[in-house]
């Protein structure tokens, strides 16, 4: 099973947490595609911006809830 549901960070968050509740989903689909989907853009409103290791891997935000603070003051 390929995720693909990764168009913004919290539903980044939501599938991470998901998959790693499984063994039969090894990839997550990651948007990036310069210069205007980049985490610093599509992830601008939230604190801790998910992202790809350099090895590859996409960790599992660990924080209380789905594991991502949103930054108030830009979704005013």
Same mark, same amino acid.
């Given at each position: 099973? !390929?995720? &693909? *549901?990764?168009? $913004?960070?919290?539903?980044?968050? %939501?599938?991470? &947490?998901?998959? %790693?509740?499984? #063994?039969?989903?090894?990839?997550?689909?990651?948007?990036? *595609?310069?210069?205007?989907?980049?985490? %610093?853009? &599509?992830?601008? $409103?939230? &604190?801790?911006?998910?992202?790809?290791?350099? #090895?590859?891997?996409?960790?599992?935000? *660990?924080?209380? +809830?789905? +594991?991502?603070?949103?930054?108030?003051?830009? !979704? %005013?």
């Amino acid at each position: 099973v !390929l995720s &693909h *549901d990764a168009r $913004f960070p919290l539903c980044m968050a %939501a599938t991470l &947490h998901a998959m %790693a509740s499984v #063994d039969t989903c090894p990839m997550v689909e990651y948007p990036y *595609d310069p210069p205007i989907l980049i985490p %610093a853009n &599509h992830q601008a $409103f939230v &604190h801790e911006q998910i992202l790809v290791e350099a #090895d590859g891997c996409v960790q599992v935000p *660990d924080q209380p +809830g789905l +594991g991502i603070t949103l930054r108030q003051e830009r !979704l %005013a």
